[in-house]
Each structure stands twice: as C-alpha cells, then as structure tokens.
C-alpha cells in the first residue's frame, strides 16, 4: 500500500500541476496598433490558459486607441528565466503579440477645442475612463463582474 501511494505522489510531482494562468499587457504601440500580452509560468507548472480572456483585454486596449478590435498575430514568444539541466526552459514568460484592426477613429472637433491643454491625440482621464466603459460593456460580462470591473475603473 505504501509503495502505491508513493507511486501515485512521485507521479503527481513529476507530472507537474494545472495551472490557470491570467493574461496581462505588457506593452504596444497605438502608431503601430499592437498590443503584447503575456502570461508568467514557473517549474513544475502545466500552465491553462484561456486565449479569449487575451482578445478580450486587446481588444478593450485597441478600443481605448480607437481601433475597432484585436486579432492575435499568431505564434507566441518565450522569454525564458530559468532552465533545467538539459537546457529546456522550465520558468518564463510567453508573449503573444495582437494587431490592431481597423481605421483609428478620428478625435471629436468639439472635445478638442475644447481642451486645448490636452495634446491632440491624448486622452483626458474624464476620456479615457469612457472609453475604457464602452469597451467594458461590449465585453458582455455577467452582472457581478461587470460591475466588479466598472467599479474599479470609477475608483481610479
């Protein structure tokens, strides 16, 4: 019995465990309309990852530049931090870089002559927090999160 449950744990440490990971922004550019999101992995880690919740914040951040949506450019990057001993890469980062898809909206006459003290291009934080609103509403989130996230973009 005792061999078995030493089997079964010695499987369990091998094997690694599930791991769900979250996306975040890393970086981009609103000129070149791309956007690169990354999640973090470590050893002994089989990371899950839910490629649509990485659309999801892309897309909102395009919103934000005035881009319609994202699309993934496909393929992924690995920035590796640690290694084993036979050189394969047991903890880092994966990158996948997301492209931009339509026109840049042009901004409003009105709102920019407005706020001449706003560089033309520039959000106002009053601006910004609307766009970043609009984009939480397309999201068609379930209530609770929804207002789980408006409240933290009211809160900045």
Excluded: H
Aim: aromatic share 10%; charged share 20%.
């Amino acid at each position: 019995m005792r061999k078995l449950l030493l089997l079964v744990m010695l499987a369990v440490v091998v094997t690694g465990c599930s791991s769900r990971k979250e996306f975040y922004a890393t970086g981009g550019s609103r000129a070149d309309g791309s956007i690169d999101m990354a999640y973090d992995f470590k050893p002994f880690e089989t990371p899950v990852v839910d490629y649509k919740q990485a659309e999801s914040i892309a897309n909102s951040k395009c919103a934000v530049w005035g881009y319609e949506r994202a699309e993934p450019f496909g393929g992924q990057t690995q920035n590796c931090q640690s290694r084993d001993g036979w050189g394969n890469c047991n903890a880092g980062q994966m990158i996948v870089k997301y492209q931009c898809i339509g026109n840049i909206t042009p901004p409003n006459q009105a709102s920019a002559s407005s706020q001449s003290s706003v560089p033309v291009g520039m959000l106002t934080p009053a601006q910004y927090k609307e766009a970043r609103v609009k984009a939480l509403m397309d999201k068609k989130l379930p209530y609770a999160e929804y207002q789980k996230e408006y409240q933290a973009i009211m809160a900045e």
